[in-house]
């Protein structure tokens, strides 16, 4: 079990918009500690999308954007396309535990 | 260009010892905090242990404290793994990453390739 809970998975249309969800507590996300989160594609290593809540590195298209609100987090992207599909995963620190923590991770399909 | 290259993984028994490398180059290591990440086939990520800029401040996992050391050489833009008492469920692709500062505990800003870790008797 993760301290950080993601939806196993999410799909949708190329040209639509999706949210992956990261749910959280007070020893973390809720204790104020930034979330970012990261794309893996099958095979090769996490690249970062969104860093400090909301921020995204050079290179990343303003498709993919994030919002954190109490205990959670979301990451959104609009206008699927097809290259989208991949492994997502939020971070966290965790107080408690001093120590970084994912997600599960969310699987997306592009249908 | 930011490169991290992982090296030392391989076949070990369970109860030995391992010890894994990570050569970096195109920053100035000494500035920046280093993780280790981990991948069980067909699993999500698990942080493993980091390390601040000057080994000063250093977290671990509780699945590998006590038998994981983390440690960097910033003469050699170097970190390192050592693993002991190694277990079938430490079996994993290894990911050494560069933090986005001097202190751990924020993002991992840049990701090596991995090495794969596999323990089988």
């Known amino acids: 079990q993760s301290v950080l809970t993601q939806p196993p998975s999410v799909s949708g249309a190329p040209g639509q918009r999706v949210t992956i969800s990261c749910t959280g507590s007070s020893s973390n996300i809720g204790a104020g500690y930034d979330v970012h989160w990261y794309q893996q594609v099958p095979g090769t290593a996490p690249k970062v999308l969104i860093y400090?809540?909301?921020y995204r590195p050079s290179g990343v298209p303003d498709r993919f954007s994030g919002s954190k609100s109490g205990t959670s987090a979301s990451l959104a992207i609009t206008g699927l396309q097809a290259e989208d599909e991949a492994d997502y995963y939020c971070q966290s620190y965790d107080s408690s535990l001093s120590g970084v923590v994912f997600g599960g991770g969310t699987k997306l399909t592009v249908l | 260009e930011v490169q991290l290259v992982e090296s030392g993984g391989g076949l070990v028994q369970p109860g030995r010892s391992l010890r894994l490398s990570c050569a970096a180059s195109g920053f100035r290591f000494e500035d920046y905090a280093m993780y280790w990440v981990r991948q069980a086939p067909g699993k999500g990520l698990e942080w493993v242990s980091g390390?601040?800029?000057?080994?000063?401040?250093?977290g671990y996992a509780e699945t590998v404290k006590g038998r994981f050391t983390i440690s960097r050489d910033n003469a050699k833009n170097s970190l390192y793994l050592q693993m002991n008492s190694l277990r079938t469920e430490d079996t994993a692709l290894y990911y050494c990453a560069r933090g986005d500062s001097s202190s751990w505990g924020r993002y991992l800003e840049y990701w090596g390739q991995g090495i794969l870790v596999t323990v089988s008797s």
């Open positions: 390390m601040s800029w000057n080994s000063g401040s250093i």
């Open positions: 400090v809540n909301n």
